[in-house]
């Protein structure tokens, strides 16, 4: 299976200053049809996930663009330009190139 | 807009069975692989299993092969997780989402279910 591996576990931030979530796979994460799935969510205490990217840097719906992914290699950051109260909670990457998807274990963003 | 709304979950003692039920709304059921996942209290996100759009593949994670079966009835755009011989490890939040693209992009809010005697 791909092992998913995030730092930090636990991010203390600034209000209005920027945070950077790292996430390294196991695997290369290039599917065969050249994609690479690779998904961001972020997860509210007591809440359902929510996709916030996917393809390593397509923003979803409704996502406010201060979120930005990128990709070199098997590492992966997930980019907040200026962290606002609403982000806090936990961010997973997950893989969705090879079966079994896996997750990240989460970093935990708190203010 | 998209709904997933679980149903299902409750206490259940160990090597006993639940059916988890997942009624969705909003989009063409029909058109999507669903899958599910759960989460262990204080956890973190772990895949459990996956459908085709017309139910005639099914994946699911080693650790709950033979004893989890999914499955979907895109008549009533409900999607299902039968679960046996249940253990206490596999307590959990269950969550059903939408397939899209190699990812979950709509989830639903969860059912809970705990293996306890």
């Known amino acids: 299976d791909v092992v998913m591996t995030q730092s930090p576990l636990s991010l203390p931030v600034t209000l209005g200053q920027p945070a950077s979530v790292s996430c390294r796979s196991s695997?290369?994460?290039?599917?065969?049809?050249?994609?690479?799935?690779l998904s961001w969510f972020h997860q509210r205490p007591g809440q359902s996930p929510r996709r916030l990217l996917y393809?390593?840097?397509d923003r979803d719906s409704g996502v406010p663009d201060r979120f930005s992914g990128s990709a070199s290699g098997t590492d992966f950051t997930l980019k907040i330009s200026r962290v606002e109260a609403e982000d806090v909670g936990v961010y997973y990457c997950?893989?969705?190139?090879?079966?079994?998807?896996?997750f990240g274990p989460g970093t935990k963003l708190e203010i | 807009e998209v709904q997933l709304v679980e149903s299902g979950g409750g206490l259940v003692q160990p090597g006993g069975s639940l059916r988890l039920s997942c009624a969705a709304s909003?989009?063409?059921?029909?058109?999507?692989?669903m899958s599910w996942v759960r989460q262990a209290p204080g956890k973190g996100l772990e895949w459990v299993a996956n459908?085709?759009?017309?139910?005639?593949?099914?994946y699911y994670v080693d650790s709950m092969q033979g004893r989890f079966t999914v499955s979907r009835d895109n008549d009533k755009n409900s999607l299902y997780l039968q679960m046996n011989s249940l253990r206490a490890e596999d307590t959990a939040v269950y969550y059903c989402?939408?397939?899209?693209?190699?990812?979950?992009?709509?989830w639903g809010q969860g059912t809970p279910v705990t293996v306890s005697s």
């Open positions: 459908i085709k759009e017309d139910g005639s593949a099914q």
């Open positions: 393809k390593v840097s």
């Open positions: 909003g989009f063409t059921f029909s058109r999507y692989w």
């Open positions: 989402g939408r397939n899209g693209g190699y990812t979950l992009d709509h």
């Open positions: 997950m893989q969705g190139t090879r079966w079994p998807y896996t």
């Open positions: 695997q290369s994460l290039v599917h065969s049809d050249g994609n690479t799935y």
